[in-house]
């Protein structure tokens, strides 16, 4: 009888002779397939949930806009768009939408909302987005583009669609527009306020405050004033504080603020005898620390508690006297045509 390991290799030689054999007739190996080409510059993302093996590429390419209309009303921009995904992944995140000045430089980033796009496919929106009156009239150029969620304010570097830059009108950006500059973070140093002016309109509970603020710094920086006021001490807290007023200043530039100065408790108008206006990024949201002292003024001896059963003249808003530059004396609606087209899909 053959022993069972002598068995053995002679099946394992038969096996072995029966590959050579069919190697040696033209077929080779079979090597493992190479994904699908990605076109240069762009990502392959597997389908979520399907394993590696055997999963087909999905190709990201930019999403287009087309179709752009921007309308304002007034304190509100609608905006209608198509986009176009070229590619084969699914496209999503925000649509963004930043305003620029004349020097290229963003006024402002926003929001305009939410966004899917079918690879391959097209799809038309239609947003609002909140405007403020002092911004849109400096603004010179709109970009539009997407990003990741909750990204634009990161600016066009985070841009996952092709940059659209439009005039306020809706029509194309000139092509020798100044190129878009990254939006710089303002700093409390950035602002210089004069001109603090504080009024009482007679016995009333109407109270006014003016000042001058002016960029001194070498970038577009955006901020906004609180009035704080103060009893006893330098370096005690504040008793009360009121906002005063938003500003956004190209380099040098500066704006006349004009607003109600309200306190949470109107008699401590008696108490106060030192009044400080801040000027920073974020407002009343601020500290005050070294770099942001406030403008210290002493409060007016004409200014009291009100009388009780006193009202003042009716006034307009103190808002709308914006004290802007001639230069930034521009208003996009009055170039608007007047057989501009309907807002997309309706």
């Known amino acids: 009888m053959m022993r069972s390991d002598q068995r053995r290799g002679n099946v394992l030689g038969v096996l072995l002779l029966g590959c050579a054999a069919v190697w040696g007739a033209g077929c080779k190996k079979e090597q493992p397939q190479a994904s699908a080409p990605v076109d ?9 949930g399907v394993p590696d093996a055997g999963s087909v590429a999905k190709v990201v390419k930019p999403l287009r806009f087309s179709d752009v ?19 084969t992944a699914q496209g999503r995140g925000d649509a963004c939408l930043s305003l620029l000045d004349d020097q290229g430089m963003v006024i402002e980033v926003k929001r305009m909302g939410g966004i899917t796009v079918k690879g391959g496919a097209t799809d038309s929106f239609e947003d609002k987005v909140s405007l403020g009156v002092t911004a849109w009239k400096q603004t010179r150029t709109v970009m539009l583009y997407t990003a990741g969620d909750n990204r634009c304010s990161s600016g066009v570097l985070s841009a996952t669609s092709e940059l659209l830059r439009l005039l306020p009108t809706g029509q194309p950006a000139p092509a020798d527009a100044p190129a878009p500059q990254a939006l710089q973070d303002s700093q409390a140093t950035d602002f210089e306020v004069s001109g603090v002016e504080l009024i009482q309109a007679g016995l009333s509970d109407d109270y006014t405050l003016t000042y001058t603020v002016k960029n001194v710094s070498g970038h577009r920086a955006s901020g906004s004033g609180c009035l704080r006021a103060y009893v006893g001490p330098e370096g005690a807290p504040h008793l009360e504080e009121s906002p005063e007023g938003d500003f956004n ?3 040098g530039a500066s704006e006349t603020i004009k607003d109600f100065v309200i306190f949470d408790n109107d008699r401590n108008w008696d108490r106060v005898t030192v009044l400080r206006l801040f000027t920073s990024p974020y407002g009343c949201a601020d500290y005050a620390d070294t770099d942001n002292t406030g403008f210290k003024f002493m409060k007016p001896a004409s200014v009291h508690a009100p009388q009780e059963g006193v009202e003042s003249e009716p006034a307009g808003d103190p808002e709308d006297e914006t004290g ?8 996009p609606e009055e170039e608007f045509k007047s057989d501009q087209q309907a807002p997309h899909g309706e």
């Open 40 to 48: 240069a510059g762009v990502v392959a993302v597997a389908d979520a």
């Open 69 to 87: 209309a921007l309308w304002p009303q007034g304190t509100t921009l609608m905006v209608t768009y198509t986009l176009t995904n070229p590619g």
């Open 249 to 251: 200043l190209a380099p």
């Open 324 to 331: 802007m530059d001639s230069s930034d004396a521009h208003d």
